[in-house]
């Protein structure tokens, strides 16, 4: 039955991944995205005045029925990025963006361009520019250019611009440029000199947002579209229902996994009014990513990772996968499952060494196999446009389930419930035949699918190397960290003198087994809690209700045994019925998600970049939480540092806002966020004070630590 269940999982991953590798693998080989984007850089001006701005254009046309991205892509994609290099002294601004289109895909709404886009991005010229000189602005285009499928693309950008002492508008550049500004949202009060202060507002409706603009005269608007800076905001696919009256506009919208309140909605509110479209930007204008603006040395050479990876190569993180792959065996995740297995050791103590080894080898197989194929899926779906990271699969409420189903048939077949023999769990007489070696196989399947919850230490910054290298690159890092979290298991059964030291085979063991279901029991609670914050009410029942089935498949199976060839055969019919009906719960809990609901305690906000943004404008000192409720390391964190009242005490002290981040469901916000840090998956822990560069913080905490980084350590310690 379990062997059955985790068939079927393994099933699911594959289909997943299939497309996904398909796609990438066609979109490499059939067409390759400079064909479909023609990417240039234009300046408005002739030359390059010292001391003044000038505005340059980023132009991208595109192949017809291809789509490139808006800073917030929506439900997938991601936005074009430069990456300048610039002479000493010379800067650039905050990209202007146009007003984007809703581009719905599938089930799926993006925000992007079609056809041609001029992206505005305006350039400080330095005092000390000489006049006479040729200064060479250049840099790296990147975007995501889809129709079905999305294909990455760069393109290397450069254009050569004289300094002198004036300079005239570009020739044939004047009418591009015109294109672009108009296309860009005005500011709402000097698009409505008549609007008064609170002319535009959000407020909750019961489960809706309701975005209203108090102006009379709107009569004629007859379309409306809302496009939030935030990514997260909004359901993007959801209807937005306008209602237009005698005192203004109303737009209703539904929220979306990001949990943001109503008065910190902002973005563009797109119209269509008398036939004429019209934009207005709502709400404060978030600053860019440091990454976005960032201007790096002339020299044509590739920007910095973050500090501190900046001497990362393959090897060095392919050493730091294997140190994280070794500290998970410590992980509570990974706990129930390695026990297990050296259980199953125990029983083997006596036998051929030959057979141990074997073991081992066939452990060790599953967990390589297992990280190969989690890497393989992980990559062919970034590729694709996915906001994804490490434990991306626990984001699916499907898998979440499965995973729990699977667990509890292992708890039950260890209370003696149920016999499932040496499959799966790898217990009992048949783990000495030839059939052992495929549960040993499975056990180590299992025990990677426990641990992709957990970010051991040295794993983020290696996993997040790995995954902006190249797919063999990638792969050797997610084999390394395989290959360390089997190595312990491995060592045992390859030295015989170590097996020696464990105790003989008794009757013990039959009362270790029946204590080591409560752990498992302890992870199937575990695994219910994060479904509970995926789906809704209904959702949770299916789920709950699943567990009860997977238990009477167990009980029908069990009951039956013996029971002659009629009976046996009537057990096994119940057992699969009662399987494929939880199987059918599971298919339909993704009909019913949640909208993120992080449990926020006094004193803390929910993360919007938005909100980051206008904290740092500030110079205010804020600490941001990544965490999720599937990442046991951050439930640990929070409970044993984060939520102690010394901490909260020295946050309160030093006014430090505190911003945390819920990547339990899919956020590209988030996903963006982490990835700008080097990093793949959560924990994340961030301390900006004032203006300055961000402070990434160990993803094992103590008191100590964030009381440092924080600056308040001196007066935690006078309390």
Request: include cysteine; hydrophobic fraction near 50%; charge should be neutral.
């Amino acid at each position: 039955m379990l062997r059955l269940l985790l068939a079927l999982l393994l099933t699911l991953a594959a289909g997943l991944a299939a497309p996904g590798l398909a796609g990438a693998q066609g979109a490499m080989t059939a067409v390759k995205a400079k064909d479909l984007v023609r990417a240039r850089l234009v300046a408005e001006s002739e030359a390059l005045v010292p001391g003044r701005t000038v505005t340059l254009g980023l132009h991208m046309a595109m192949k017809p029925g291809w789509h490139v991205y808006w800073r917030n892509p929506g439900d997938s994609g991601l936005p074009p990025e430069m990456a300048w290099r610039l002479p000493e002294g010379f800067t650039v601004g905050p990209v202007q963006w146009p007003v984007p289109e809703r581009i719905p895909v599938q089930t799926l709404m993006n925000f992007g361009y079609e056809g041609a886009v001029t992206l505005l991005v305006p350039l400080a010229v330095p005092e000390s520019a000489r006049a006479g000189e040729t200064v060479q602005l250049s840099g790296t285009l990147s975007y995501l250019v889809c129709e079905e499928i999305c294909i990455p693309g760069s393109a290397e950008l450069s254009l050569d611009l004289p300094v002198a002492a004036s300079a005239e508008p570009a020739s044939g550049q004047a009418a591009l440029f015109a294109r672009a500004r108009a296309a860009l949202p005005e500011a709402l009060p000097e698009a409505l000199p008549e609007a008064a202060p609170g002319s535009y507002r959000t407020t909750r409706v019961g489960d809706r947002l309701v975005l209203h603009l108090d102006r009379p005269g709107l009569a004629g608007v007859t379309d409306a579209a809302f496009f939030p800076y935030a990514e997260g905001a909004l359901d993007n696919a959801a209807p937005q229902d306008l209602a237009v009256d005698a005192a203004g506009l109303r737009l209703t919208l539904t929220p979306g996994d990001a949990g943001q309140p109503p008065e910190a909605l902002a973005g563009v509110l797109a119209l269509t009014e008398d036939g004429t479209r019209k934009a207005y930007a709502l709400g404060p204008e978030p600053a860019p990513a440091p990454t976005a603006a960032a201007a790096v040395p002339a020299a044509p050479e590739t920007p910095p990772a973050p500090a501190e990876e900046e001497t990362l190569t393959l090897w060095s993180a392919a050493g730091l996968a294997l140190l994280g792959g070794l500290l998970l065996n410590l992980m509570p995740c990974v706990f129930p499952v390695l026990s297990i297995k050296v259980l199953s050791l125990v029983r083997q103590a006596g036998e051929s060494a030959t057979r141990v080894r074997l073991h081992g080898l066939a452990y060790t197989a599953g967990v390589l196999a297992s990280f190969l194929g989690l890497a393989g899926l992980l990559i062919a779906l970034k590729a694709g446009g996915a906001g994804i990271g490490w434990g991306f699969q626990l984001q699916s409420p499907v898998v979440v389930a499965l995973l729990a189903y699977g667990l509890f048939a292992m708890g039950l077949s260890l209370s003696g419930a149920v016999h499932l023999g040496g499959g799966i769990v790898g217990l009992g007489d048949g783990l000495t035949r030839r059939a052992g070696y495929q549960g040993s196989f499975f056990t180590g399947v299992l025990a990677t699918l426990v641990a992709t919850p957990c970010t051991a230490p040295f794993m983020g910054a290696a996993v997040g190397f790995a995954l902006t290298q190249s797919p063999l690159a990638a792969l050797t890092v997610f084999a390394s960290l395989g290959l360390g979290l089997a190595l312990p298991f491995l060592g045992l059964t390859l030295v015989p003198q170590a097996l020696r030291l464990l105790p003989r085979p008794g009757a013990w063991m039959d009362v270790l087994k029946g204590a080591l279901a409560f752990p498992v029991y302890a992870t199937v609670a575990w695994l219910v809690w994060v479904l509970a914050q995926q789906v809704g009410p209904n959702g949770l029942l299916a789920g709950l209700t699943g567990l009860v089935l997977v238990a009477l498949a167990a009980w029908a199976w069990e009951r039956t045994r013996g029971a002659g060839r009629l009976g046996t055969g009537f057990g096994r019919v119940a057992a699969v019925a009662a399987l494929a009906a939880a199987l059918g719960l599971v298919a339909v809990l993704d009909s019913d998600r949640a909208t993120a609901r992080t449990a926020l305690a006094q004193g803390e906000e929910a993360f919007t970049q938005a909100r980051l943004d206008a904290l740092r404008s500030e110079g205010r000192t804020v600490f941001v939480d990544m965490t999720a409720a599937w990442c046991i390391t951050c439930q640990v964190n929070e409970r044993t540092v984060l939520a102690r009242e010394g901490v909260q005490a020295a946050f309160r002290a030093g006014q430090v806002v505190y911003l945390k981040g819920d990547w339990t469901n899919q956020n590209p916000e988030i996903t963006r966020l982490l990835e700008r840090h080097g990093r793949s998956g959560v924990p994340l822990y961030l301390v900006y004070r004032g203006q300055g560069e961000a402070q990434v913080l160990p993803q094992i905490l103590t008191e100590g630590i964030v009381l440092a980084a924080i600056g308040q350590k001196d007066v935690a310690a006078a309390q």
